[in-house]
């Protein structure tokens, strides 16, 4: 099984750049197409939040359009610049998204199961899971022994760079640990938000970090750096499942690069 991770996508309303400068859709749009020539194909898609950079009914409208082409089923969770009406209310077919409440879900009928976790606090930078969210998960690892990867935008760790982690998951993080700790089938736990590739032992497990499709967060590990974007390569995380090996990751820059070639001089 091959699960392509897509994050931080910031889909704005056709014609309009983010920060007048960047232009997000047609990250996203080549993306998809990156996606769609990789082989094999991934088998499914997740969108770690952040989809949109306004939570506007006319983004998600957009990000809908630049997300039909996929060749496979997209998974969405919310991040902190996304709302949950406008989000349900654009994409009212995905059969997956609850109609009320939280955005939580569990995917069967892949040889890894899949959740999908609500971090978001509305108009707030910074993430949360509840009991409410906490109480759901655990009921729901408690279903099945399975293995099992967790998506959701706000990562549970601080990452060093510490804008972000001054509004990570700042509310339930160490409850969703000791959950985590009780399922040793927990394989991953997928987040976004931070804009840059990053991995962690955490709870037992390997916590990881997707880069975005457009625009990087600046690497400056310097106590208070300021937050600050590169337009560093964009990318996408893909993780593959083999049973018997189990879960590696692998970042997949989406940008075109010279090669593939041999391992020696051309002649
Ligand atoms: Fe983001
Ligand atoms: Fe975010």
Not at 120 to 129: D, F
Not at 174 to 182: G, Y
Not at 226 to 247: D, F, I, K, V
Request: charged share 20%.
């Amino acid at each position: 099984m091959l699960i392509a991770q897509i994050s931080d996508m910031h889909i704005k309303a056709p014609g309009e750049l983010l920060y007048r400068r960047i232009d997000t859709p047609n990250h996203l749009a080549c993306a998809v197409v990156h996606i769609n020539a990789l082989r094999p194909r991934p088998d499914v898609v997740l969108a770690t939040g952040d989809l949109v950079e306004g939570g506007r009914a006319d983004e998600y409208a957009h990000l809908r359009d630049l997300l039909a082409p996929l060749a496979m089923p997209v998974f969405l969770v919310p991040g902190n610049h996304d709302r949950r009406a406008t989000l349900r209310e654009a994409f009212a077919d995905h059969a997956y998204l609850p109609a009320t409440g939280f955005i939580q879900y569990a995917v069967e009928g892949f040889p890894v199961r899949l959740i999908g976790l609500d971090t978001l606090v509305e108009g707030k930078g910074h993430g949360a899971l509840c009991d409410q969210r906490l109480g759901w998960l655990e009921a729901r690892l408690g279903e099945s022994a399975r293995p099992t990867v967790l998506f959701l935008h706000h990562p549970p760790f601080d990452c060093g760079i510490d804008s972000f982690d001054g509004m990570r998951l700042n509310e339930g993080a160490e409850r969703l640990a000791a959950i985590v700790r009780r399922h040793p089938h927990v394989e991953r736990v997928m987040c976004g938000h931070v804009h840059r590739p990053i991995q962690m032992r955490w709870a037992g497990t390997l916590a990881s970090i997707a880069p975005s499709t457009a625009h990087q967060a600046t690497l400056d590990l310097q106590p208070d750096a300021p937050l600050s974007l590169m337009m560093e390569p964009p990318g996408l995380a893909l993780h593959l499942w083999r049973s018997g090996n189990g879960l590696v990751t692998h970042v997949s820059y989406t940008g075109t690069y010279e090669g593939p070639q041999p391992f020696r001089p051309l002649t």
